[in-house]
């Protein structure tokens, strides 16, 4: 079965960095639409990055854009999640995401499978 585990969560301080790693098993990853997406405390689940299967393309959350970078490893069946400049709001839960050639980046609804989630918090 699809299996996606999310790493590399933690407690850092405002300016830090971090990256994320999801390992993906059970699938042809090389044809997996691959998102992140955060929830926080008494939020929604909102979108953060994706990128398509050849990786030929990301897109990005307006409060992200320019701190984060999505990118992937077909041969490693990973993704990434690079975050530099890490402020207090994005405290999260993030969770990897991925679907078979999905287009429907930026919504939950665009992804068929899930991991289990890895905390993420920003101390200021």
């Known amino acids: 079965q699809v299996q996606l585990v999310e790493s590399g969560g933690g407690l850092v301080q405002a300016g830090d960095s971090l990256r994320l790693s999801c390992a993906a098993s059970?699938?042809?990853?090389?044809?997996?639409?691959m998102g992140w997406f955060r929830q926080a405390p008494g939020k929604e689940r909102e979108f953060v990055a994706a990128?398509?299967?050849?990786?030929?393309?990301?897109y990005y959350a307006d409060s992200v854009k320019g701190r984060f970078t999505i990118s992937r490893d077909n041969a490693k069946n990973t993704v990434y999640l690079q975050m530099n400049s890490l402020k207090p709001e994005d405290t999260a839960v993030y969770y990897c995401?991925?679907?078979?050639?999905?287009?429907?980046?930026?919504?939950?609804?665009?992804?068929?499978?899930w991991g289990q989630g890895t905390q993420v918090t920003v101390s200021s």
């Open positions: 990128i398509t299967w050849t990786a030929g393309s990301t």
């Open positions: 995401a991925g679907d078979l050639y999905s287009t429907t980046y930026y919504s939950p609804r665009g992804y068929n499978y």
């Open positions: 059970g699938l042809t990853f090389s044809r997996y639409t």
